[in-house]
Every structure is written in C-alpha cells, then in structure tokens.
C-alpha cells in the first residue's frame, strides 16, 4: 500500500509541473495541494513502517515531512510569501528515511545509501551557488532514489517476516 501511495504522490507531481509549466497554474496548484495529500499519508505510513526500525527518528522524519508539506501547502495560497524553503524538512527528511531504511532488516541497504543521498542532495538546493550547477544532477538522484524505494515496495514489499521480527524486537525494549 505504501508503494501506491508513493507511486499516486509522483504521478500527481508530475502532472502538477506539466500544468503549471504550461501556464494552468490554477490546476497546477490544485495538482500540488494532492500531491500534498498523498505525500502526507506517505508520512504517516513511513512512521508507521519505520517505527519499529527507531520510534524517535522515525517521529522527527514525520513531523519533518509534515512540516515540508504545511511549507508547500501554504506556499499554494495566492498573494502570500513563505521566505522558507520545504527543502530544508525534505532534505533531513530523507536523510532519516535513508538511515530507516540502512538501519532496518526489512528493506535493501542501498535504497537507504540513496535516499541518504538525496537527502544530502535536496539539501544542496539551500545554497544557490551549488544548486545553480549541480540542479540537474540533484534532481536526478532525487528521482532515482525516490522512484527505487516506491518501485522495491510496490514490486517486492517488506520483508514481512524481518518486519515482524523487528516489531517484536522494538516490543521488548519498551
């Protein structure tokens, strides 16, 4: 379920830049603010999934994530300025889902290296000399990192048996 919702969060995203960038940035915006929505049950199904991982990181990536999309959310309203940029809760953010993911049983290492990764690249973005000339090559990562944890969970899912095991194990330290 939790790779459909990624998929759902991308597919409306996309949509979202092919309107606004087409100048239907009324459509767009409503395209965006879905997005949203999808990318916040995201959130809260990464909390879930990644709590027994770490409860703590996994609760700071979501109100991290949460956080980023209240920034976008109201960076949708006509005729208001936010001088902060959701890039600074989306690049921790994947920074902790990367360690999620490394530090868990469940899922390959690499896709937490990548998400790691990207994390590190979104946060490029906060520097304009360096997001100037390595845009490209960020968003790439980005997509890369973020496309291959939706696909590995929508094709082979958890390790149900390593999550359970790893649920029990989170069940014993409490």
């Given amino acids: 379920m939790t790779g459909v919702v990624y ?5 409306t995203a996309i949509v979202a ?3 606004v960038s087409r100048a239907l940035v009324i459509y767009g915006n409503a395209a965006n603010l879905i997005a949203d929505g999808f990318y916040i049950a995201l959130t809260l199904l990464f909390y879930v999934m990644f709590r027994p991982v770490n409860r703590i990181v996994s609760l700071i990536a979501a109100v991290l994530s949460m956080t980023g999309c209240a920034v976008m959310i109201v960076g949708l309203i006509p005729r208001v300025t936010i001088s902060m940029s959701p890039l600074w809760f989306f690049g921790p ?5 990367g360690y999620l993911v490394f530090r868990s049983t469940f899922l390959p290492r690499i896709l937490g290296v990548l998400m790691a990764l990207a994390g590190v690249g979104w946060l490029a973005f906060l520097v304009p000399a360096v ?3 390595l845009t490209l090559y960020v968003e790439i990562l980005g997509v890369v990192a973020e496309a291959s944890l939706m696909l590995w969970l929508i094709v082979m899912g958890v390790n149900v048996k390593q999550w359970n095991a790893q649920t029990e194990t989170a069940k014993g330290h409490l």
């Avoid at 998929?7 to 597919?11: A, D, E, G, V």
């Avoid at 953010?93 to 889902?97: A, R």
Wanted: proline letters at 0%.
């Fill in 7 to 11: 998929l759902l969060y991308f597919l």
């Fill in 17 to 19: 830049q092919l309107l």
């Fill in 93 to 97: 953010y994947c920074l902790l889902i």
């Fill in 131 to 133: 997001a100037r000339n």
